[in-house]
């Protein structure tokens, strides 16, 4: 499923592992807020200037970057990400406003869900047949497959939070590298910054 060429392997496990022991609510919000916060490290690095009241006074709660659409906007604009990511990264917050604000307890498999992570783009880029995953038991354990149905399959599986784990390992993977953060180990501001190969760079207009 996956292409060969895959940047920082470690990187993409370390936030699917992060995301496999939360609820589904808890999930969608967790990665929300990992996007939130790699946005407000590049504006903040690129809005260093003036003295630390200016600088705060931009991302209070009337500044112009207090709310995750504005500072999705803004780095949109300034040509730091590409128009696949601004798409996913969108859908993500509208997933994350309906978990988050809810008193519903959601989740990922009830649609219209899995239809909205089917259609995020920039994992595509790294799983070619990405929203064509299927799972089932078998007299063995687990079959993972995409198109058609193996044989040996019994009963079907969900597989609408691992899918989600894995389109959105890849989608923060790329927004830090559209970002160009730096970033250690965790995921946190720190160290190492990874370049995408070729497969993964924008790909839609």
Known sequence: MAK????SIDFLERVSDALSEESDRACVILVAS???H????KLAQEFSKGNSEARHALFSFNGPFATVSAK????FCADWIDSDVYHDLQVIRKLRNTFA???DSHTLHEEPFPAMVAKLRVPKRQFHDWGQLSAATTD???VFFTGERPDEATDDLDVSKISFRMG????????????????DADGLAGT??????????????
């Open 4 to 7: 060969d060429d895959c940047i």
């Open 34 to 36: 990992w996007i939130a």
């Open 38 to 41: 790699f946005l407000r490290i």
């Open 72 to 75: 999705l906007n803004a780095v």
């Open 101 to 103: 604000h809810s008193i």
């Open 140 to 142: 063995t354990g687990v």
């Open 168 to 183: 959105a390992s890849v989608i923060i993977a790329v927004l830090v590298a559209n970002l160009g953060i730096h970033v």
């Open 192 to 205: 190492v910054l990874f370049e995408l190969p070729e497969h993964m760079r924008e790909i839609s207009e």
